[in-house]
């Protein structure tokens, strides 16, 4: 079996966030076609104790503490010169002679880095003999350009200066490597915008979804986390996650009061480890609930009228919208929050463009009690189910790798390997 080289910028288990989840069925799906060495780092305590799971997959890994005070001195040195703050923040020596440690027998021929910062482990001589593939996920460049735009000044002008940057390192990159994927044809179009002469390289993956764990057939018990009777609006995702934290901000300020006027019983719940302190705040607002880190989402939107995503700032696809189309919840969302979802607002879900949108949106399904089981439900289930089923969108992946088209159809997966994790909500 052929070997290849895995980095990541975070371990790939649990598959609790949005980078978690593509990057454990990656190293499921690699773990079948190759013996894969893996390289990442551990950014939270308490995934140290999933290590030993991951490494069941792996001919030998390396597992790197990032040592956070570390990390931001070297994101902060990147300011006096023309380097990146996101690449230099993920620099790491300890990593680096493992990388060379691993290449250096000759028999590593391929290699896959996930997230623009793991490149540059691959990069110059260093990786020259590879067949290297780069997952860039998201055109990261892009989001620190929305950062800037957001931001007063002077934040504007440092993420503005990253943004820059940023894209001359992805440049920079995608020239060197064999192929670049990201995560959606969306994506892949804007990189193609940013980067026209590595265009022919460029292609993408579409996320998956679990559509057998995130399923209409979990039902809203009555040991539920909502009242009998109660209605509710949901939003979920890692509240940790700055986009996140200004949707639900924005929306509680500027479209939950009108709601509340028309529904004074309604409800809205954020659901999501660590809020930040502006997210815990809103808990203080008449109906709405904050809960923290949940040991399963699927009740919170198995029992919700709505799911929300009011995301302003966005790139990529967002697990939370897939996840709840996946059990059959009507979404409604914002054009940043369907960026790469293939739906037709009016079919599969609704669209909000502004705040006045959002109170007639959410107003006409509360009144009419759509929920589970409507056409729209089912219409939105039907499009995951088609569009995002994780085994048959990695193939795009393993095509990049060279696996041969046919080599699907070996015995076992990996996915066997152990029990469904406890989900939490992604970005």
């Known amino acids: 079996m052929r070997e290849l080289l895995f980095l990541t910028h975070r371990l790939p288990y649990p598959p609790d966030k949005g980078d978690k989840i593509r990057s454990w069925h990656m190293l499921q799906y690699l773990s079948r076609h190759f013996r894969v060495h893996l390289g990442c780092f551990i950014d939270d305590d308490d995934d140290w104790q999933h290590t030993r799971a991951v490494a069941a997959l792996c001919a030998s890994t390396r597992f790197v503490d990032l040592r956070r005070g570390a990390a931001r001195w070297r994101a902060v040195q990147a300011l006096l010169s ?41 990069d110059g001589s260093t990786g020259r003999h590879l067949h290297r593939v780069i997952d860039f996920v998201d055109v990261d460049s892009d989001k620190w350009r929305q950062y800037g ?15 820059q940057l940023l894209l001359q390192y992805e440049r920079h990159i995608a020239q060197q490597f064999t192929a670049s994927a990201f995560v959606s044809s969306a994506e892949a179009a804007l990189f193609r915008q940013c980067a026209p002469m590595e265009r022919r390289k460029t292609g993408h993956f ?61 409800q809205f719940y ?22 923290g880190k949940v040991p399963d989402i699927r009740p ?20 939370k919208v897939l996840e709840a189309m996946a059990m059959g919840k009507i979404v409604l969302a914002t054009p940043q929050a369907l960026e790469g979802i293939a739906a037709q607002p009016g079919l599969e879900l609704l669209l909000a463009r502004d705040d006045v949108e959002f109170i007639h949106h959410a107003a006409r399904v509360l009144r ?23 085994e048959r969108n990695l193939r795009a992946l393993g095509a990049m790798l060279g696996v041969p088209a046919d080599a699907g159809a070996q015995a076992g997966t990996a996915a066997a390997v152990m029990p469904p994790p406890a989900r939490e909500p992604s970005t």
């Not at 735009?149 to 943004?163: F, G, H, M, T, V």
Request: glycine residues 10%.
């Open 368 to 390: 009419h009690g759509q929920g589970d089981g409507t056409a729209m439900g089912l219409a939105a289930r039907q499009l995951v189910l088609q569009d995002y089923d994780w």
């Open 149 to 163: 735009d957001s931001k007063p000044w002077p934040l504007s002008q440092l993420y503005r200066r990253e943004a």
């Open 300 to 319: 919170y939107l198995a029992g919700a009228a709505l799911a929300v995503a009011p995301l302003r700032i966005a790139r990529g696809v967002q697990n």
């Open 82 to 122: 023309r380097q990146s703050m996101s690449v230099q923040y993920y620099r790491d020596a300890r990593l680096l002679q493992w990388v060379a440690s691993v290449l250096s027998g000759g028999k590593v021929r391929h290699a896959l880095a996930y997230s623009g910062s793991m490149a540059q482990y691959l």
């Open 206 to 266: 579409n996320n998956g979804v679990d559509a057998a764990y995130f399923s209409p057939a979990i039902t809203h018990a009555p040991s539920g986390p909502y009242a009998p009777g109660a209605q509710v609006l949901v939003f979920t995702g890692a509240m940790d996650y700055w986009p996140n934290a200004d949707a639900v901000q924005w929306f509680v300020a500027s479209v939950w009061p009108a709601l509340r006027r028309q529904f004074p019983q309604l």
């Open 270 to 291: 954020i659901v999501g480890s660590k809020p930040t302190p502006g997210v815990k705040a809103l808990g203080r607002v008449a109906g709405v609930t904050v809960t």
